[in-house]
């Protein structure tokens, strides 16, 4: 109950001013009546609000099916459009009670992104002709074909008011950053006070006197049942991709409970069936006001549900202060809502990941055509890139020294890129020695054939060819009738650089070897990881302070990976408290809290410590440079047990840490915490170290 009041309820007023603009502007921008708007967000907070999976998540009218309702209304008109909501939100319930909610979610991103892309770009080519005071075309090309023409043409005092709203939606985010005064509110409540003031003659909202007369019914549409059936399921599987992406993202921006996303599809139709019963849009889970819900302070469902008792009272007592509102007003907000579903995050993401053409065609395809002709372009275009990228192996041929070659091949090796395969083998030199090294996920009998093949035919011929492989044993196992049974092979690199250099590598040195088999094994592996790192600069999520033993390698105990962990290794594992001489370990303390921002800082002792047994058998001398490090780690190891004198040191250096300001200020702030862990090299298992206890506990199991 406290939460209620302290929390949701100031959340709820938030969230209801969002929606009282964005449900205005979506119905004017979808052809549907203004009512219409208002009546999804009552349906999304009050019935979506209410049997939701996703408890902060707020559902109303979304911008993203803003163009398909459009084209239902101009067909069907808008009784047969509500019709086809109530319809879609069966379709909905259906899908939920089926458990199909996560299936929604293997729509590839790049798809669902280039679509809302799309329809952004739809929405605010259609809305700039309404803010020029002109009249939108039903689809883009023309809209965009008139554009100039409408520039150039003559122009209304509501040109004015759509500016002013436009520039405010664009510059209030940046000037105040409360989320208690959003600028789609700020920007229709200054467009609405100036056409007042100054006496303009503009399009304004039009509601009936009585709202509740005006609601429009339902009636079965004048069309075929395949229009009807397609309409159905388009309005029901976008809107429910759209619900549940922004479910997940919410999740991503809160601690509490995470989404159940069957049961968050069912409130979704739920929500739709009745809005459409009631003569309302459809209703989505929308990020947008989901995402200031969040930083408005929610907690519980209560606060969705009483912004749309809000929207209702506000609706029925006062629809005259509605009607003040600029239809310009409400045009330039939902110009500058679509032009933000074009994220250019999303854009750079896909372009590391190579993904763009998938998005660019989606977006394309919605703007040019339609959504669903744009959906199925960008779906054909992610099935034959994932066909591609499962298809495609990399082959490259080195000459190493005279006379030996190494032919890499990492991928997936099958009969498409035999032919490929082939032409590169057939053009190494003959009688030569060529090591043929696979870094392979899948070989199929073709690419088997085309490299055996190879092997007997170059060897025929005076040459010397040896097949190796990393990481698995596909080559081998065909070879020998065994690929369905084998298991495959631990990494050899994870193994000493001693075992494996006296068995392959001619008893040359150790380290030259291992940077070798590096740069032949590992490195393919994680260059395009390390090529983003080396781009974007080190964030490591820790500070990892443990001993220089060389038994012990953090990313190998911690399961973590380059770029996680920003290491000090020293002997024991020591923190000199702050303002000791050496300030080595110090800097690396203040450099990773200050400037890396890192969230945890771990001191991780280990068992068989040399440091820790020389300080139980009383120390080195102090006129020995490890004698004087050692004093720095203020560790009392008057017990016995060599595995709580660990314990200790771990607690001790915990301590020291404390010692720093930098580390304390952050502790107080909540933005830092500190962790101790004991690892037992024997067992190969690590402890926890409780501070005030000192006793090991094991990490429980995930």
């Not at 007023?13 to 979808?30: D, E, K, N, T």
């Not at 239809?327 to 809502?337: D, I, N, R, S, Y």
């Not at 055509?369 to 490259?396: E, K, N, P, Q």
């Not at 590169?424 to 030569?432: I, S, T």
């Amino acid at each position: 109950m406290p939460d209620l009041f302290r929390r949701d309820l100031p959340a709820s007023v938030v969230v209801f001013l969002i929606a009282i603009p964005l449900s205005l502007g979506i119905a004017a921008a979808s052809g549907a009546p203004l009512m219409a708007g208002l009546i999804a967000a009552v349906c999304g907070g009050l019935v979506a609000g209410a049997l939701s999976g996703a408890p902060l998540q707020v559902s109303g009218p979304a911008a993203g099916l803003t163009v398909i309702v459009a084209g239902v209304v101009a067909d069907f008109g808008w009784a047969g459009t509500a019709a086809v909501v109530a319809l879609a939100g069966l379709v909905q319930i259906g899908l939920g009670a089926a458990r199909l909610g996560r299936t929604a979610l293997a729509l590839s991103p790049a798809v669902v992104h280039g679509m809302l892309a799309g329809i952004g770009v739809v929405i605010a080519l259609s809305q700039l002709h309404v803010v020029l005071g002109g009249e939108a075309q039903s689809h883009a090309p023309g809209n965009l074909l008139d554009l100039p023409a409408q520039i150039l043409g003559s122009h209304t005092p509501s040109v004015l008011i759509g500016l002013l709203a436009g520039a405010i939606m664009l510059i209030w985010p940046k000037l105040v950053r409360t989320s208690l005064l959003p600028a789609a509110l700020i920007a229709v409540v200054a467009a609405t006070l100036t056409a007042m003031l100054a006496g303009l003659d503009v399009a304004r909202v039009d509601l009936p006197d009585q709202p509740l007369d005006a609601i429009v019914l339902p009636s079965w549409p004048s069309a075929s049942v395949g229009a009807i059936a397609i309409a159905v399921v388009t309005i029901a599987l976008v809107a429910s991709v759209e619900s549940l992406l922004s479910a997940v993202a919410v999740d991503k921006l809160h601690e509490g409970r995470r989404a159940r996303l069957n049961k968050e599809l069912v409130a979704q139709g739920v929500a739709n069936s009745v809005s459409g019963l009631l003569g309302g849009l459809p209703v989505t889970g929308v990020i947008v006001r989901s995402s200031a819900n969040v930083a408005a302070g929610a907690r519980t469902r209560a606060s969705a549900i009483m912004h749309g008792i809000w929207v209702a009272a506000f609706v029925l007592l006062c629809a005259g202060l509605l009607e003040q509102i600029p239809l310009a007003a409400l045009a330039a907000v939902l110009v500058v809502v679509g032009l933000r579903l074009v994220d250019l995050g999303h854009i750079r993401a896909y372009v590391r990941h190579r993904e763009l053409p998938t998005y660019l065609v989606t977006a394309l395809g919605v703007i040019a055509f339609d959504l669903l002709t744009g959906v199925a372009l960008g779906m054909a275009v992610a099935a034959l890139s994932m066909l591609w990228r499962v298809a495609r192996c990399d082959i490259r041929s080195t000459e190493i020294r005279p006379g030996h070659w190494l032919v890499n091949v990492t991928g997936t090796a099958c009969f498409i890129g035999s032919a490929r395969l082939a032409r590169e083998l057939a053009a190494l030199p003959e009688a030569h020695s060529v090591e043929v090294e696979l870094h392979l996920d899948y070989l199929d009998h073709g690419a088997f054939e085309t490299i055996r093949d190879w092997r007997d035919a170059y060897e025929r011929t005076g040459g010397r060819v040896a097949v190796r492989e990393v990481h698995d044993s596909w080559f081998h196992r065909a070879t020998a009738g065994r690929l369905g049974s084998a298991r495959s092979r631990p990494p050899r690199f994870l193994g000493s650089w001693s075992r494996w250099q006296a068995h392959d590598r001619g008893g040359r040195d150790a380290m030259a070897a291992g940077i070798d088999e590096f740069e032949r094994s590992v490195a393919p592996l994680v260059r395009p990881h390390l090529a983003g790192l080396a781009r974007a600069g080190q964030q490591p999520e820790q500070l990892f302070i443990t001993c220089a033993d060389s038994r012990v390698v953090p990313n190998l105990i911690t399961g973590s990976g380059p770029g996680d962990l920003f290491c000090v290794r020293n002997v024991g594992n020591i923190v000199p408290v702050f303002g000791a001489p050496d300030s080595s370990v110090g800097a690396a303390i203040e450099y990773a809290v200050d400037v890396l921002g890192v969230s945890v800082i771990t001191v991780c002792g280990h068992s068989g410590c040399g440091a820790v047994r020389a300080m139980m058998s009383g120390g080195a001398p102090l006129d020995t440079s490890l004698g004087r490090w050692l004093s720095k780690a203020r560790t009392d190891v008057a017990d016995d047990n060599e595995e709580s004198c660990i314990a200790a040191n771990v607690v001790q250096q915990l301590a020291n840490l404390r010692t720093y300001p930098s580390v304390a200020a952050a502790i107080t702030e909540g933005r830092l915490r500190l962790a101790g862990l004991y690892f037992d090299l024997a067992q190969t298992r690590m402890y926890t170290v409780d501070e005030e206890q000192g006793l090991q506990r094991p990490i429980p199991a995930a």
